[in-house]
């Protein structure tokens, strides 16, 4: 997997050595000279860390670091803080926006390089590696806490025929199925959703949204029409046209095989007596075969 960096430096000399310097290291590098247009970068390009100046031109650092928190495309996003402040105050206030390291100037390449390498291998375990979306262990905890509070609500997306579509076209086309679905799910919540919202991706086949219960309806609405009218598109034209996918050339061995679907579940505090993940899952995955 190629990673990609987003480096937010008004100074375009240290911009393109970090180009230079970590291109040569097998990243795709990004740059934006100002806030408003690293904002942009990071919400089109979506890269998989941000080397962010705190000093620029239009805003600080700090800034953008609200601006990338308060937008669902951009808040699960890791951010190291480059900057020639050395303040405790200033590290603290980096690390209350998110960030995931605090790097001064004049910085060390090299030791730069250990910690985005590091960052990259510790948010990429915790992330489902085809989608970027959280995976089981980061979408478990959310699921905990959320269960801690008085207004929840969760929509659990399982596709069914997923197996079987890999086994035919191929993983290459099952990703583009999952990438698909993911980018689906994060333009209907930021649609639809509340800012707190969360997306994760735990197993292969199976998608969580958690957001609050005045939202669900219209998320699990939207969701589906969406979802429905996309899934045929996955497959070739002549099996989108006979409405299913036909294996085998002798008539005895002929098996006619669904297209894959989407099935989506809803369940708000109040539904039903939960007391933690395992319970919640459990009865998610029993409404689902309902």
């Known amino acids: 997997m190629k990673y990609t960096i987003l480096v937010i430096e008004d100074d375009p000399d240290t911009a393109e050595m970090l180009r230079v310097y970590f291109g040569a290291q097998g990243y795709n590098v990004i740059a934006a000279p100002t806030g408003k247009i690293g904002i942009e970068k990071a919400r089109n390009e979506k890269p998989n860390l941000i080397l962010l100046d705190v000093r620029l031109p239009d805003m600080n650092g700090f800034e953008i670091g609200q601006h990338l928190q308060s937008d669902i495309r951009t808040s699960r996003l890791p951010v190291i803080f480059v900057t020639e402040r050395r303040g405790r105050d200033d590290r603290i206030s980096g690390l209350k926006l998110g960030a995931v390291d605090y790097i001064t100037k004049p910085f060390d390449v090299q030791e730069l390089r250990l910690r985005v390498r590091n960052t990259l291998r510790r948010v990429g375990s915790q992330n489902n590696p085809v989608t ?8 478990s905890d959310r699921i905990s806490l959320i269960l801690e509070s008085a207004d929840w609500a969760t929509l659990s997306i399982s596709v ?7 086994e035919i076209y191929g ?15 994060t333009s209907a919540v930021d649609e639809l959703g509340s800012i707190d919202d969360f997306i994760g991706h735990p197993i292969e086949n199976r998608f969580i ?3 609050v219960p005045n939202k669900i309806s219209k998320l699990k609405q939207k969701i ?11 497959y070739p034209i002549h099996d989108r046209e006979a409405g299913y996918i036909q294996l085998g050339d002798d008539d005895s061995e002929r098996q006619k095989v669904p297209f894959m679907s989407v099935t989506i579940v809803g369940i ?10 395992d319970e919640l899952l459990q009865y998610l995955n029993q409404r689902k075969k309902l």
């Open 132 to 139: 970027g979306l959280p995976g089981e262990k980061v979408t």
């Open 160 to 166: 069914r025929g997923l197996d079987k579509f890999n």
């Open 268 to 277: 708000s505090v109040g539904d039903v007596d939960i007391a933690d993940t």
């Open 209 to 211: 949204i958690l957001t």
């Open 224 to 234: 589906e029409h969406r979802l429905n009218q996309a899934m045929t598109y996955f």
């Open 171 to 185: 993983f290459v086309a099952r990703d583009d199925v999952l990438r698909a679905i993911a980018l689906t799910l």
